[in-house]
Nanobody
């Protein structure tokens, strides 16, 4: 069965960095665009970034552009989210998800499997 497991979250200070990992299993990882979303208390789930099958194309929300970078290692079935210059408004649960082939990576409805999430808290 498809499984996505996020790790790497934690409590950091503003300006610090974190790297999140998402380990995938149960499917051919390189066949899928992968995405990261986040959800803060009282807010809707928000697109963060998506990366194409072989890492050649990525897209970012304007709020994280220039600070966050996504990458993937298909040999390890893992996708990463490097987060730099963290701000308190980045505080959220971060989710890794698998995109349906041929669909937009921006919309959460176009993802068919989700991880359990990992908490990122940024203090001021």
């Amino acid at each position: 069965q498809v499984q996505l497991v996020e790790s790497g979250g934690g409590l950091v200070q503003a300006g610090d960095s974190l790297r999140l990992s998402c380990a995938a299993s149960g499917f051919t990882f390189s066949d899928y665009t992968m995405g990261w979303f986040r959800q803060a208390p009282g807010k809707e789930r928000e697109f963060v970034t998506a990366i194409s099958r072989f890492g050649g194309t990525s897209s970012y929300a304007n709020s994280v552009k220039g600070r966050f970078t996504t990458s993937r290692d298909n040999a390890k079935n893992t996708v990463y989210l490097q987060m730099n210059s963290l701000k308190p408004e980045d505080t959220a649960v971060y989710y890794c998800a698998r995109n349906r082939p041929g669909s937009s990576g921006y919309f959460a409805n176009n993802y068919d499997h989700w991880g359990q999430g990992t908490q990122v808290t940024v203090s001021s």
